[in-house]
């Protein structure tokens, strides 16, 4: 079930009525979490299990943290809870890649190994719900939070669905606490978080899905040499679709779980605003950023133990990031590609430590910035190193006899979408979305939701699932 259809819009209204009964506070959880289970389950009814084994593995995991005094008995709990869910990611979303790329060792040293067929189905949102579950353990073993009162609680939070298949990748301690005490969205709640569905939805099926798509699949998945102009538009194209489904997600989760009286975390702050690749990390995927930065940067040493060992957990933690999104060494690609970029403005933020670089400055550095993601873009949306680097040959102009394949009229308005994308997270660089729509008069704002939602209904047929399920 996704949040692009009709299906989801019936679900919903249901889950909202039985929020809003006179029932006990327990019951409206009980309602919450087998609504979650069936949310989950409209994709493939026996993956809910891996579900199960998560949530039951980690409760009890995390029970006996606090209990055990010994640190090898800490450490064996932990561990118990790492290999359980490493095991199952590595299964379903690795055991293809690691198989192919073993046969092609064993071909590359003379050995002749013909894998099994692997027809395993990649578990939606395992990526997602993975990191969640990881984290809860792993602040219990490292003295960060205590677990979960009741069991309940706990499961709802592994299963909520608003964040269950796509983010944002919430902590225990950031909604684990929101379940212990009844919670109903107030009249504003549920105004402002109709407000951000009907935003998200509009990114999603109007700009993404609608739009920005059309000029991104022929230059991808067609087969011939491009030209310039048809490589930067299509990957120009991608870098505001894969913006606008992602953001799009997040926007319209944020507000389901407002209208239902919860609060869940930004994940993006109008990222093509940035100023730097750091500035970029800490506005993209804002909750993958921070589950990296402490869980895989800090623990292989941070900036703690001098530059070598800071460049290298910098480029670790990049590369791993970059495999979480895919089985690919193109995945691997773009996260080194994120690394390199930190390294080198680390490197050079100590170089020139003094330097205050003016307005017309920062522009320049905003519009390098954003640049050169966009070329990290191509190893992400390519489907091979082949296709990735003919794209950049038709960036770079090597591709003069190219014929053209997209229309002038695609070009043009995506070149327009794009722009207005890029402008919008300029002038919201330093501000909220909230605040924004806070200071924007009732009619306008009204008008506008009104024409989102329009066009969200006339554009709904050509809607198609989220990029990021399949991580």
């Not at 198989?99 to 395993?120: C, E, Q, R, V």
């Not at 480029?315 to 979480?324: N, Q």
Request: glycine share 8%; proline share 5%.
């Amino acid at each position: 079930m996704v949040f692009n259809s009709l299906a989801f819009m019936a679900f919903f209204i249901v889950v909202l009525a039985l929020h809003a009964m006179p029932f006990g506070w327990t019951t409206k959880k009980v309602n919450l979490l087998i609504a979650s289970y069936l949310f989950y389950a409209a994709w493939n009814p026996p993956f809910v299990i891996l579900l199960w084994i998560s949530t039951l593995v980690d409760w009890f995991a995390a029970q006996k943290l606090v209990h055990a005094e010994r640190p090898l008995v800490r450490r064996a709990w932990m561990l118990l809870s790492v290999v359980a869910n490493l095991g199952m990611l590595g299964y379903f979303k690795y055991g293809h890649f690691l198989l192919d790329n073993f046969s092609a060792l064993m071909a590359d040293i003379g050995a002749h190994y013909t894998p099994p067929a692997w027809d395993i189905v990649l578990p939606v949102g395992i990526s997602f719900y993975t990191f969640a579950t990881l984290s809860y353990t792993l602040d219990v073993y490292l003295r960060r939070a205590l677990p979960a009162r009741k069991f309940l609680d706990y499961a709802l939070f592994v299963t909520f669905f608003p964040h269950l298949v796509a983010g944002p990748i919430m902590r225990p301690t950031e909604l684990v606490p929101q379940f212990e005490q009844p919670r109903r969205a107030s009249r504003r709640q549920l105004q402002y978080g109709l407000v951000l569905m009907t935003l998200g939805l509009f990114q999603k099926v109007v700009l993404a899905d609608s739009f920005l798509a059309k000029a991104v699949d022929p230059v991808y998945n067609g087969s011939q040499a491009l030209g310039a102009l048809d490589a930067w538009i299509g990957t120009l194209a991608f870098s505001g679709q894969i913006f606008c489904d992602f953001a799009g997600y997040s926007t319209i989760a944020i507000g389901v779980a407002m209208c239902l009286g919860f609060a869940m975390p930004d994940n993006f702050r109008f990222p093509y605003a940035a100023i730097g690749f750091s500035d970029f990390w800490r506005r993209w995927h804002i909750t993958l950023s921070s589950w990296l930065r402490d869980y895989l940067y800090i623990p292989l040493g941070g900036n703690r133990h001098g530059p070598a060992r800071t460049y290298a957990a910098l480029m670790g933690t990049m590369l791993l990031g970059g495999l979480w999104h895919g089985a690919s060494w193109t995945f691997v690609a773009w996260g080194g590609l994120h690394g390199l970029y930190l390294s080198a403005e680390r490197l050079l933020r100590a170089h020139f430590a003094g330097y205050r670089p003016g307005p017309v400055a920062l522009g320049a550095l905003g519009l390098l910035t954003w640049m050169l993601v966009n070329v990290t873009w191509v190893f992400f949306r390519a489907h091979s190193f082949g296709k990735a680097w003919s794209v950049l040959r038709g960036m770079a102009g090597a591709n003069a006899a190219a014929t053209p394949i997209l229309p002038t009229m695609l070009v043009t308005s995506t070149l327009l979408i794009v722009a207005g994308i890029v402008t919008a997270h300029w002038v919201m660089r330093r501000r909220t979305l909230e605040s924004m729509l806070h200071g924007v008069p009732a009619a306008p704002l009204a008008a506008a939701i009104g024409v989102m939602a329009f066009l969200v209904v006339i554009a709904q047929g050509n809607g198609s699932a989220f990029i990021y399920f399949q991580f």
